[in-house]
């Protein structure tokens, strides 16, 4: 079965409407095209969106929503 990802970091609350965030158009079109398109039994279909908080995948039927958060980390320095 033919795996598809669909990389829409700005489609967080199309997909987690929990989460406060903005999108346009082009965001709103992808995630209809990836709810269509993972109708087909054919194809495995996953999007990869922003989300803060912990990093965490959702099988949602034929869809499977993967959510990363890519805010920078706190890195603790020390002079030597």
């Known amino acids: 079965m033919p795996k598809v990802l669909f990389v829409c970091l700005q489609a967080t609350h199309l ?3 929990e989460v406060d965030d903005v999108f346009g158009g082009a965001e ?3 995630a209809r095209l990836v709810q269509e398109l993972a109708k087909s039994p054919d194809l495995s279909i ?4 922003r989300k803060a908080g912990e990093p965490c995948r959702e099988s949602r039927g ?3 929503v993967h959510a ?3 805010r920078p980390r706190l ?3 020390a002079p030597m």
């Open 46 to 49: 996953h999007v990869l969106v």
């Open 68 to 70: 990363f958060d890519d």
């Open 15 to 17: 997909f987690f409407p």
């Open 62 to 64: 034929p869809l499977v």
């Open 75 to 77: 890195v603790r320095w």
């Open 28 to 30: 709103v079109s992808t």
